[in-house]
Nanobody
Framework: HVQLVESGGGSVQAGGSLSLSCATR????????LAWFRQVPGKEREMVVQ???????HYDSTAEGRFTISLDNADNTMYLQMDSPKPEDTAMYYC????????????????????WGQGTQVTVS
């Protein structure tokens, strides 16, 4: 049974920093992917950044240079460091995991991810 649990959301001022965590339980990363998505009401859930089992990372252009994804294999936790956030980064942030090998090539598409956390709200003002 795979369970993803996000934490660390909250309110932050523009230009500050915030770190999100995603505890992955029961997820075995073999040719799979982990990712952060975000969603605002009325809009599609969108990719923020993805990390593959070999350590390769893919950032959406809106996150490149400001956000950093990392993985602690010792405690099976994924992190998203958000530096210099902007008001337009305000959203519900979700961690996601994929057990499909196709997520490597199709990393951007939310349909590639079959496990989701409950989300954590980030508000930037």
């Amino acid at each position: 049974h795979v369970q993803l649990v996000e934490s660390g959301g909250g309110s932050v001022q523009a230009g500050g920093s915030l770190s999100l965590s995603c505890a992955t339980r029961g997820y075995t990363r073999r040719s799979g992917c982990l990712a952060w998505f975000r969603q605002v009401p009325g809009k599609e859930r969108e990719m923020v950044v993805q990390i593959q089992d070999d350590g390769a990372k893919h950032y959406d252009s809106t996150a490149e240079g400001r956000f950093t994804i990392s993985l602690d294999n010792a405690d099976n936790t994924m992190y998203l460091q958000m530096d210099s956030p902007k008001p337009e980064d305000t959203a519900m942030y979700y961690c996601a995991a994929s057990s499909f090998s196709s997520c490597v090539r199709q990393w951007y598409f939310k349909t590639q991810y079959n496990y989701w956390g409950q989300g954590t709200q980030v508000t930037v003002s």
